[in-house]
């Protein structure tokens, strides 16, 4: 009997101590390197909400301070690892979608961003959709040649 415990006990340990095969989490990493954060404590309005999917889209942002009221896309970068990218109007019988994340600077260019989580409220009230395990989305910041500020799939000099 006293084999028969000791037997169960150790295989009981040897199962405990195996590793188990984890989801694996996108998380931003640390800062590697201090790249000047152009973004910080901005807001813009854009055409699509970023982050919502990985399609090959360009974003032009433009300037909330200069472009005055606006019903539409938004994103403001809250500090200088967090943004929301949300559709935002003064009225209330709309389809409200936001999506929280992180995001850092690559290189002094190139910025990833990373999805948490997705609410939707007013028309197409949903429960909140947590996305950590999506992959970082990688955008090019690119001043266009009508001098707005673009985040772009392609850096600058691969631009057709």
């Avoid at 019988?93 to 260019?109: A, I, K, P, Q």
């Avoid at 948490?116 to 909140?128: F, V, Y």
Wanted: with cysteine; charged share 20%; glycine share 6%.
């Amino acid at each position: 009997m006293k084999t028969f415990i000791t037997t169960i006990f150790l295989a009981a340990f040897a199962y405990g101590c195996t590793p188990k095969p984890e989801k694996k989490n996108h998380t931003a990493p640390a800062v590697q390197k201090h790249f000047p954060n152009t973004l910080m404590n901005k807001k813009f309005h854009t055409e699509k909400l970023i982050g919502l999917s990985v399609d090959d889209s360009d974003h032009t942002l433009i300037d909330a301070k200069q472009a005055g009221e606006w019903v539409g896309n938004t994103i403001r970068f809250k500090d200088n690892i967090h943004f929301v990218s949300a559709y935002e109007a003064w009225y209330g019988n709309d389809c409200f979608t936001t999506v929280f994340g992180r995001y850092y600077f690559v290189d002094s260019l190139k910025v990833r961003f990373y999805t948490d989580s997705i609410a939707h409220s007013g028309e197409c009230e949903a429960p909140m959709e947590y996305t950590k395990s999506r992959p970082g989305l990688d955008l090019y910041l690119v001043k266009g040649n009508d001098g707005q500020l673009q985040l772009n799939h392609k850096p600058a000099h691969l631009k057709n």
